[in-house]
């Protein structure tokens, strides 16, 4: 990576800890062309009834925040599980990190009802708050990055940049190539929603960064 002249990875999970502790060799070898990380925190696929909002989705997903993070900094044994990384993390990649990513490419559908299950959520919390025209699942966001944001902070007195992930098509603008010749925007796929950055905003506490990530 570093020879093809490129200086940031983008990883979309938790890795196992022998990737982190290659990235802290390499950075060590080379210090002037380290490579920075990009390191998303991924929840679950398939919420039950497509609601990001559900509480067991949301509980499992700061478990899995927590331990991202503690992994991030080197303080994390998490034992086996099936189709995640697990193990000894002792290597601390957290100079390293230029952001944390939250979520991950939404399915519209996960958006629409998230949406329609929680009409007039909002959140306001110690770093970011949403807008009274956000929608739900916008606002599902904003609390998921401020859950980053203050377990970092308490735990390390260190904030990263923060930042969401989603597709092109979920974002505010049309899209030519999800037209159709009907018009009809329910026809449509990712393009018949949106998800709006804009609607996320900052409070003062927030000193590192809100960005967003998509996914082309």
Not at 41 to 64: C, V
Not at 144 to 169: F, K, M, N, R
Not at 188 to 212: M, P, R, S, W
């Amino acid at each position: 990576i570093g020879a093809m002249n490129a200086n940031t990875i983008r990883v979309y999970t938790l890795l196992p800890p022998q990737f982190y502790s290659a990235l802290v060799y390499y950075n060590e070898k080379n210090p002037d062309a380290k490579l920075w990380l990009y390191q998303e925190i991924w929840p679950e696929e398939h919420p039950a009834e497509n609601n990001y909002l559900s509480a067991d989705y949301n509980t499992a997903y700061q478990a899995e925040i927590k331990m991202g993070i503690d992994a991030i900094h080197g303080r994390a044994n998490i034992a086996k599980r099936t189709g995640r990384a697990y193990g000894y993390y002792t290597a601390d990649v957290s100079p390293y990190i230029v952001g944390y990513l939250v979520g991950r490419e939404m399915e519209p559908e996960e958006v629409i009802n998230t949406n329609a299950k929680n009409p007039g959520f909002v959140f306001n919390g110690s770093y970011l708050y949403t807008e009274v025209n956000a929608s739900p699942t916008e606002a599902w966001l904003a609390m998921c990055c401020d859950y980053v944001l203050q377990y970092q902070e308490d735990t390390y007195a260190w904030q990263h940049p923060v930042g969401i992930v989603s597709w092109p098509t979920l974002d505010p603008n049309e899209h030519d190539s999800e037209w159709n010749e009907s018009g009809d925007k329910s026809k449509q796929y990712n393009d018949k929603v949106a998800v709006d950055i804009n609607h996320i905003l900052t409070k003062e506490k927030l000193q590192a960064g809100f960005f967003g990530a998509y996914h082309i």
